[in-house]
């Protein structure tokens, strides 16, 4: 992409294609380039549920912020929260209580830069640049601690986020780690891709994702189930996307959702 635009940081490789600026794509954004738009088609090509994975997935995120409210929860730590779109965690929790708080984690310069410019009049949201797979500088940060008191209830959002952590970084210790750092009465919500399903073609899109910025893994329910750790997952439990806890009739071939989600509570 050779002209810029006043939200592009010049950090940014606009050559390779980012999970985020696809992600954002699907949802209607408008904070992606060509290289994005035209790595996703080859995606949807043979795989073209990929863009009810990406409805689904924010239809849940939004329930799932909503059922921590319900239950006194009042901030939120987003890990992989990608580009601030419409629907955004500070949006939703702020409308229910103003006083809500939220901490974004992102490694994306468009997500940061875009997020700093959303929230730069909102004392009680901020986002920093950050390596999720390293929890302990996130959780020390001083950001993060400002907006954050890990002394009362924290929504950990993972949603989207685990499939980019590979086997070589240690899925398990990270997520352990950040579970570790919440006060009793958080919860994890977490919704992560799939090879279970014959209709997900996990293994070609975990091979097409080589050429972009974003490697990943599916993983099995089992395996996913794994990172609550000891959190008892609430009904319905581990499920796919449209079927936890839907507002509207649940849809036709979950298993087309391509994720499962879940939320888990500490003690």
Aim: proline share 5%; glycine share 8%; net charge negative.
């Amino acid at each position: 992409m050779s002209q810029q635009t006043n939200w592009v940081p010049t950090s940014v490789n606009t050559d390779k294609p980012s999970a985020a600026r696809m992600y954002d794509y699907l949802l209607g954004g408008s904070h992606n380039f060509a290289v994005d738009r035209e790595f996703l088609e080859k995606i949807l090509a043979f795989q073209p549920e990929v863009k009810r994975f990406a409805i689904m997935n924010r239809a849940f995120l939004r329930r799932a912020v909503l059922y921590m409210l319900d239950r006194g929860v009042r901030q939120f730590l987003d890990l992989g929260s990608g580009i601030p779109t419409v629907g955004n965690v500070h949006e939703i929790a702020q409308k229910v209580d103003p006083t809500s708080r939220v901490a974004y984690v992102d490694n994306e310069h468009v997500a940061v830069a875009h997020g700093q410019l959303l929230l730069e009049d909102n004392e009680n949201a901020t986002i920093i640049m950050a390596d999720i797979t390293k929890p302990g500088l996130v959780l020390r940060d001083a950001e993060v601690r400002r907006v954050l008191d890990f002394d009362q209830p924290i929504g950990l959002l993972a949603v989207t986020i685990g499939h980019y952590i590979l086997d070589d970084h240690d899925p398990n210790g990270v997520f352990t780690a950040y579970r570790e750092a919440l006060p009793n009465g958080s919860y994890l919500a977490m919704t992560h891709l799939t090879n279970d399903f014959a209709s997900v073609k996990a293994e070609e899109i975990t091979e097409t994702m080589k050429g972009s910025q974003n490697n990943l893994q599916a993983r099995t329910r089992d395996e996913i189930a794994g990172l609550f750790g000891d959190f008892e997952l609430v009904p319905p439990g581990l499920v796919t996307t449209s079927q936890w806890r839907p507002d509207l009739p649940e849809l036709d071939e979950p298993e087309r959702d391509g994720l499962y989600a879940g939320v888990g509570r500490k003690g």
